[in-house]
């Protein structure tokens, strides 16, 4: 029995780091609720498992909020950014969609602009969370990322596809997700993607 409550257990490490990911996950919902914090909440996510993959131990609440403080105004105006292009995209869908089939060519470069725009967002605000650097120049970074290892981005978009398409095809499991979602689904999928994200990282410093 001893044995069994020794912090050394591998079962007990095993909650110990599923704990984490909870508090992880709370913490990051909580951040997220006055919207604006969304893209700096991510960034200080993928902050604490980017260390988490690289067995660093980190402090889970002490680092988010000091990456959060940290990134805060970077993060923000990224964010806004992104929330800019997203009404722009649904802007000109809603055009296009009352156009009907004539504007066919306008529909797939604006497909290909959405594809580009949202490979920029996977690694933008992980780009933020691991690399110093200029607002620009974190754009930029996620874009030539995201071309550089196109299999690894190719990959990121099925595993987020493969969500989404089950989210939309069978509501049936959406009680299942958002029950997921709230306990550890957000701090779980960004330690699988960190786990990607690490290794295109190494590459660069």
């Known amino acids: 029995m001893n044995r069994l409550f020794n912090m050394d257990n591998i079962v007990m490490q095993t909650l110990g780091k599923l704990f984490d990911l909870v508090v992880l996950n ?11 914090t969304i893209g700096t909440s991510i960034s200080s996510l993928y902050t604490v498992t980017l260390k988490i993959v690289r067995k660093k131990e980190p402090y889970i609440i002490k680092g988010f909020f000091e990456a959060f403080r940290s990134n805060f105004r970077q ?41 580009i725009l949202c490979a920029i967002f996977l690694y933008l605000f992980p780009v933020v969370s691991h690399f110093n650097s200029p ?3 974190a754009l930029q970074n996620a874009l ?30 959406l009680g299942l997700f958002t029950l997921i979602g709230m306990f550890c689904g957000f701090s779980i999928s960004a330690l699988i993607t960190s786990l990607i994200y690490n290794h295109i990282f190494q590459n660069y410093e």
Not at 30 to 35: K, L, N
Not at 80 to 92: A, E, H, Q, S
Not at 144 to 172: D, E, K, M, R, V
Request: hydrophobic share 60%; charged share 5%; with cysteine.
């Open 144 to 173: 030539l990322l995201s071309i550089a290892h196109l299999p690894w981005t190719l990959l990121l978009f099925l595993y987020y596809g493969t969500i989404l398409y089950i989210l939309l095809h069978f509501p049936q499991v």
């Open 26 to 36: 709370i913490v990051f919902i909580i951040s997220c609720i006055p919207v604006f």
């Open 135 to 137: 607002t620009t120049k």
């Open 75 to 115: 993060s923000t105006i990224l964010w806004i950014f992104c929330l800019i292009m997203i009404c722009f995209l649904g802007y000109d869908y809603r055009i296009l969609n009352a156009q009907g089939s004539d504007f066919s060519i306008l529909r797939i470069l604006l497909i290909l602009i959405t594809l």
